[in-house]
């Protein structure tokens, strides 16, 4: 399970790194939002199951072994978090590339003078 979310996360670095060095501007956004995705995709599973948790929350004493495994709500509401700031972030730059579009009448950046 671990080499296919490391596949996973690798090819959409790969992909979102790809589309930053594109020349047209909404493909730069997608890259940011492809890569912003991929961090995401990394840190959740990073904070995936822990051993010994169940001795840390008390609603899983009272239950008998094997425990239920839990894994880590920190990294999941980081990367909640994560997940709002990113919509913002992807919905700024496109407001912003379409004002760019409207001055320079093209997507090119190699065009824009």
Do not use: K
């Not at 509401?77 to 990113?86: E, M, R, W």
């Not at 972030?89 to 590339?97: D, E, G, I, N």
Request: glycine share 6%.
């Amino acid at each position: 399970m671990s080499l296919a979310i490391a596949v996973t996360v690798g090819a959409l670095f790969a992909l979102g790194t790809f589309l930053l060095l594109r020349e047209d501007v909404i493909e730069v956004v997608w890259g940011l939002a492809v890569i912003s995705q991929a961090a995401n995709i990394y840190l959740i599973s990073m904070g995936g199951i822990q051993a010994g948790t169940h001795d840390l929350i008390p609603v899983l004493v009272t239950h008998e072994a094997p425990f239920p495994e839990t894994a880590d709500p920190l990294v999941q509401a980081l990367v909640l978090t994560a997940i709002v700031i990113n919509f913002g972030m992807t919905a700024f730059a496109l407001v912003l590339s379409y004002r760019t579009y409207q001055e320079n009448e093209t997507m090119d950046v190699t065009e824009w003078s």
